[in-house]
């Protein structure tokens, strides 16, 4: 089936500094949304982006829909201990009604 | 307003039972679905909904059956529980029109 190829799976980090995961897919998508997931709950949505070259802000995260509409990037600066979690990617591909995830990317914070 | 509701949080079953894990959402949504989650594996759908009586195959159906007889309740059934069914399972519902989608808080559960 369609997948989104996220990238990294993980990463260790120091608190305060910068946070860049992206995902990418052979199809083109029409949307792009951003989930996090903490530990034993279901994800939230971060950001949604809906239009090719949008640049979306939500406080200290940054999201961004590629041009080809076949990838998208998520920035968080400044990190905290509150960020650890997985990050998910989903996209909706264009006409479909069904959404697509990536694998995630698991964020730890050594404090 | 609860959002969106699973139960059981937590489930064992024995190879070949069966069981069903309960979806709900009182927000009026046209959209609902079933997801699993395994460690590398990021959610995969199982089945989705477009609204009442109206379900579909998602990328991984096998095993599980679904109904919609009302807006609000979305159940998923496990007709004989396989181990490879070990999983997280999430319910997830959004308006039509949008990609909002909103989860609920999970079903762990584990077949021996």
């Known amino acids: 089936g369609q997948q989104l190829n996220q990238s990294p799976q993980s990463m260790f980090i120091q608190e305060g500094e910068d946070v860049s995961m992206n995902c990418t897919s052979s199809s083109i998508f029409n949307t792009w949304l951003w989930y996090k997931q903490d530990p034993g709950e279901g994800p939230v949505l971060l950001i949604a982006l809906y239009k090719a070259g949008e640049l979306t802000s939500n406080g200290r995260l940054t999201a961004q829909f590629g041009i080809t509409r076949k990838d998208s990037f998520l920035n968080i600066s400044a990190s905290i201990p509150s960020d650890v979690g997985i990050y998910f990617c989903?996209?909706?591909?264009?006409?479909?009604?069904?959404?697509?995830f990536g694998q995630g990317t698991r964020l730890t914070i050594n404090p | 307003n609860a959002g969106v509701t699973q139960t059981p949080k937590f489930q064992v079953l024995k190879t070949g039972q069966s069981m069903t894990l309960q979806c709900a959402q009182d927000m009026n949504h046209e959209y609902m679905s079933w997801y699993r989650q395994d460690p590398g594996m990021g959610l995969r759908l199982i089945h989705y909904s477009v609204g009442a009586g109206i379900t579909d195959q998602g990328e991984v159906p096998n095993g599980y059956n679904v109904s919609r007889s009302t807006t609000e309740d979305f159940p998923l059934r496990l007709l004989s529980a396989a181990p490879s069914q070990t999983s997280v399972y999430f319910c997830?519902?959004?308006?039509?029109?949008?990609?909002?989608?909103?989860f609920g808080p999970g079903t762990r559960l584990t077949v021996l």
């Open positions: 997830a519902s959004r308006p039509g029109g949008t990609d909002t989608q909103y």
């Open positions: 989903a996209g909706q591909i264009q006409g479909a009604q069904k959404l697509v």
